[in-house]
């Protein structure tokens, strides 16, 4: 069973920086998609970031990018979200998430939360104006 553990949130002015962290066990493919999502009060859960554990090929959503940065110790288990240049439209709850079929989801639609099948934890992160 695949478990994921996200942490790292927390409150920050604008224009700030948090890294968050994702600690995942468990996996049940070699070629799996790691992903970041967001969600803020009254909206739907939006994909900010994934990974590929096959070719560790990156995909950012158009509203971070140049401003966060996804990356992976896989001798920790770990993948981060560095998160720079904060601003309070990124308030949301944070989560990571595990696509089993990595290979397809990120050809496809590597951000469609639907394409996830393991999901950790928020974390919180709010950034103050």
């Known amino acids: 069973e695949v478990q994921l553990q996200a942490y790292g949130g927390g409150l920050v002015q604008d224009g700030g920086f948090l890294r968050l962290s994702c600690t995942a066990s468990?996996?049940?493919?070699?070629?799996?998609?790691i992903g970041w999502f967001r969600q803020a009060p009254g909206k739907e859960r939006e994909g900010v970031s994934c990974?590929?554990?096959?070719?560790?090929?990156?995909y950012y959503a158009d509203f971070v990018k140049g401003r966060f940065t996804i990356s992976s110790d896989n001798a920790r288990n770990t993948v981060y979200l560095q998160m720079n240049s904060l601003k309070p439209e990124d308030t949301a709850v944070y989560y990571c998430?595990?696509?089993?079929?990595?290979?397809?989801?990120?050809?496809?639609?590597?951000?469609?939360?639907?394409?996830?099948?393991?999901w950790g934890q928020g974390t919180l992160v709010t950034v103050s104006s």
């Open positions: 468990g996996f049940t493919s070699d070629a799996y998609a």
């Open positions: 998430a595990v696509a089993d079929n990595g290979v397809v989801v990120m050809r496809t639609y590597p951000l469609d939360p639907y394409g996830y099948q393991h």
């Open positions: 990974l590929s554990s096959s070719d560790g090929a990156t």
